[in-house]
């Protein structure tokens, strides 16, 4: 069974450091692998992808995240964080390439302070 | 912003009571799915449907039915509420190969 764990509720920041939002996942077979952003009142928006391919992903508004097969990781890292960053960050996972089996983690909470 | 319409985006019911949800795509995905949203469970899927008339239960079926007549429409029931499925409900959609799951912007229900 697939699974995700963001092993951090919390993670304070100060605006202009590099902040990372830790996932680790566990599949059995290949994994695909999701970064997702809900901002209060709002639903969950997409931020970037793993499916193959290198291991750095870029996406949206500057952050980018690194899988790496060996630590069964997906951190998502931002070089330099924003006020307007805070918000409630999903890890997910779908295994495969095929199927409805999303597997979203507990979520972080980002707060990054001016 | 996927083209994903929740209604009602907010609800007060009494218990015992049916309620029913509606999500509308625009998107013409394949798969669609209901998840409700509680503090310190993060998102739990409901029901999911892979195409009109195909529908399978997710993780916290319990009390909850759903309906697709259409590519479009995927209807969340709650034939009887209780104060247990108080709870912000997330509609989502995709497509079955390599793609995202997009989400609509939530349906807040308050079960009195």
């Known amino acids: 069974a697939q699974s995700v764990a963001q092993p951090e509720d919390q993670v304070n920041v100060a605006e202009g450091n590099p902040l990372t939002v830790k996932c680790t996942y566990s599949?059995?077979?290949?994994?695909?692998l999701f970064w997702y952003v809900q901002y209060p009142n709002r639903g969950l928006q997409f931020l970037l992808k793993?499916?193959?391919?290198?291991?750095l992903v870029k996406g949206s508004y500057g952050f980018e995240a690194e899988f790496n097969k060996s630590q069964t990781s997906f951190h998502l890292k931002k070089p330099s964080a924003l006020v307007s960053d805070s918000a409630l960050y999903f890890c997910?996972?779908?295994?495969?390439?095929?199927?409805?089996?999303?597997?979203f983690g507990p979520g972080t909470r980002l707060s990054v302070l001016p | 912003d996927a083209g994903i319409t929740q209604s009602p985006r907010h609800k007060v019911t009494e218990t015992g009571t049916p309620v029913t949800l509606r999500c509308h795509q625009t998107e013409n995905h394949r798969y669609m799915y209901w998840y409700r949203q509680d503090p310190g469970h993060g998102l739990r899927l409901i029901h999911y449907s892979y195409g009109v008339k195909d529908t399978d239960k997710g993780e916290v079926s319990d009390g909850y039915s759903v309906s697709r007549s259409k590519t479009e429409d995927f209807l969340l029931t709650l034939e009887s509420a209780t104060s247990s499925q108080t709870s912000v409900y997330f509609c989502a959609i995709s497509e079955p190969v390599g793609n995202t799951i997009y989400f609509g912007e939530g349906s807040w229900l308050t079960v009195v």
């Open positions: 997910a996972v779908r295994e495969d390439n095929y199927g409805q089996n999303f597997v």
């Open positions: 793993y499916i193959t391919g290198d291991n």
């Open positions: 599949v059995s077979g290949n994994p695909y």
